[in-house]
């Protein structure tokens, strides 16, 4: 526990924040639109005097720590590692448990080792002599960039480096396999790899998650291997050399994704840095959310044969989905940027320079596809066209598209937004599960206000006495903020007000609710407007629980009316409920 406090306390969390999502000074604290769920006005506060956030949006919030772990998807172990490396605190006693989170650390340390064996094997092994050569000689990969990628060679032994971790590194078997780099075949356990050169394949956090291995020659053999699903390798999550092109794709607000590893290599090669790989023949939504961190614009640089335009069209809409700003690059001399870059690289820079906009490319391939001077040619044309611009978000950029369709095919604007409506309404007609958000009663939301007003003002002893007059006899619905109230109370009797001591006193269980107080943004107050808006607020609660409790005892008037056929003059407690009837309704009539 004091290495985590060693850690959280030379942690600046605003500075963290600030690394991942742009934050706006707001009064003394800080906001912006919360990362975690979709919404246009900012609901994410972070506390700089605090050290912690919360959004009043999805509710969620925490310190440091949560924040690193619901941000980067990880578990506490890994972002203890993560924010101690940051502080520059040794983690002495930080050991491996059973936990998930603690195997994952364990397959990435493994993970890491592999990567230097077979990089080793590579560039200084006899056995990685004609693997080299392939590399430098044919696929024109110099020596520093095949370090920078860290590219290694699989022996064609079956059972190097499983020998070598086991016997060297002291791993068990099982621990192999659970990594991915080895495979049961029996009673024996093989490496996964063989013969094939591998590229490593690391997170955007530079842990090593898995490889992907690549024949040499146009044998038999499939000619790229993947490390199969671990618990820290999904296919769908991945991008190859994210890690290495992060900070260009952040300078340039810009990344370009394209489908094989040499591909990277080649365009990194040829100064193009903002490049990564797709792993699968198309973009998945975990991988689009991943790169909105970085970019908001996303060029495709797929393959130009059939299989690599049908990936465009797949990966459009969950593009579109997210927000980004999709464009083409059209290679000119290659089926793929490799190829390019060997032939010219200068032409292939132009083309990353001269990317064409996704919709704008779509509408040509379209158009030189099909006949737009038959009937039947344009019916193609739109059919193939129009569910991609059905989906455009910004309704500008939507109608520019149309008009331009309609005048490509001779038609009018009307006619072809009448064509996009039907596509709109056959999505709508299918049947969507929503899941609705709970919504808090009027009475709980002015609770947390009033608390909030509170904790947050600077003359607070006589405020809380005019409060505590207003709601006499009546008590918060939310317990957890009647708590607060009341040691609120008992400390202003004692002291005066001193927010970080008043902190202090309360228990643990108490601090989430007064964080949330403590974060909810409020106007700026002149002192007398300060003290009429917190008895407005405590006035309107008191109707509230006013009516609240006219309702509930009503109710059991009419209860008792309907369940007693003759009822005398002499029943007391009905008598006694019309009476504290009456009272409470006396008592609402002059707030009315």
């Known amino acids: 526990m004091d290495q985590l406090s060693q850690v959280r306390e030379k942690i600046d969390i605003v500075s ?96 890491r080792q592999a990567l230097e064996f077979y990089h080793y094997v590579l560039t200084k092994h006899p056995v990685g002599v004609k693997a080299l050569s392939y590399l430098l ?12 990628f860290m590219l290694g060679f699989a022996p064609s032994s079956g059972n190097a480096l499983v020998n070598y971790l086991i016997s060297k590194k002291g791993y068990a078997k099982e621990e192999l396999v659970n990594a991915g780099l080895a495979t049961q075949k029996g009673r024996m356990v093989v490496d996964f790899f063989a013969h094939r050169i591998l590229f490593p394949l690391f997170d955007h956090r530079d842990n090593v998650v898995g490889f992907s291995g690549r024949v040499m020659d146009n044998s038999s053999l499939a000619k790229y291997v993947n490390t199969r699903e671990t618990l820290v390798y999904h296919k769908g999550s991945v991008f190859f050399g994210l890690n290495i092109a992060k900070n260009e794709i952040k300078k340039d607000n810009r990344a370009i994704i394209m489908e094989g590893e040499l591909d990277v290599i080649s365009s990194f090669q040829t100064g193009v840095a903002n490049v990564v790989a797709v792993k699968g023949t198309a973009l998945t939504e975990n991988q689009v959310s991943l790169i909105s961190r970085f970019a908001k614009e996303v060029s495709l640089c797929f393959d130009q044969d059939n299989a690599g335009q049908e990936a465009i069209k797949r990966s459009l809409p969950i593009l579109e989905k997210n927000g980004l700003t999709t464009t083409i690059i059209v290679i000119p001399n290659g089926k793929d940027p490799d190829e390019s870059v060997k032939e010219n690289p200068g032409v292939f820079k132009k083309a990353v320079k001269e990317a064409v906009g996704a919709y704008d490319f779509l509408i040509s391939k379209a158009l030189s596809l ?89 003359d607070v002893k006589d405020v809380i006495k005019k409060v505590s007059k207003i709601l006499s006899g009546f008590s918060l619905s939310v317990s957890s903020l009647q708590r607060i109230f009341n040691d609120l109370s ?103």
């Open 16 to 111: 963290l924040i600030s690394e991942f999502i742009p934050l706006k000074k707001f009064g003394r604290n800080f906001s912006t639109v919360c990362p975690f769920h979709k919404e246009k006005s900012p609901s994410f506060v972070v506390s700089p005097e605090r050290q912690i956030w919360h959004c009043f949006g999805c509710n969620r919030g925490g310190d440091c720590f949560s924040f690193l772990m619901q941000y980067e998807n990880i578990e506490f172990p890994e972002a203890l590692r993560m924010l101690a490396k940051r502080a520059g605190v040794e983690l002495k006693r930080f050991k491996y448990d059973d936990g998930i989170a603690s195997q994952k650390e364990k397959i990435y340390t493994i993970n």
């Open 137 to 148: 000689e044919e696929r024109k990969i110099n020596d520093a960039v095949l370090k920078t």
């Open 370 to 458: 099909f006949d737009k001077k038959t009937a039947e040619g344009k019916k193609k044309i739109s059919d193939e066209l129009l569910p991609f611009i059905a989906n455009i978000e910004n309704e500008i950029v939507k109608e520019h598209y149309l008009k331009k369709l309609a005048n490509e095919l001779d038609t009018s604007f009307e006619s072809i937004n009448k064509q996009v409506d039907r596509i709109i309404k056959k999505i709508s007609d299918k049947p969507i599960i929503l899941q609705t958000k709970e919504k808090r009663l009027r009475e709980e939301v002015l609770e947390e206000y009033l608390v909030a007003l509170l904790l947050q003002g600077s």
């Open 490 to 592: 008992v400390f202003l009797d004692q002291y005066e007000f001193d927010r970080q001591k008043f902190e202090k006193t309360l228990p643990t269980e108490l601090l989430s609710s007064y964080d949330v107080c403590y974060l909810l943004p409020l106007p700026v107050f002149s002192q007398d407007k300060y003290k009429n808006e917190v008895e407005r607020v405590a006035n309107e609660l008191k109707v509230l629980y006013l009516k609240n409790k006219i309702r509930q005892i009503g109710e059991k008037i009419k209860t008792k009316e309907k369940n007693q056929a003759d009822i005398s003059d002499e029943d007391v407690e009905l008598k006694e409920l019309e009476k504290e009837f009456s009272v409470l309704v006396s008592k609402l009539a002059p707030n009315q």
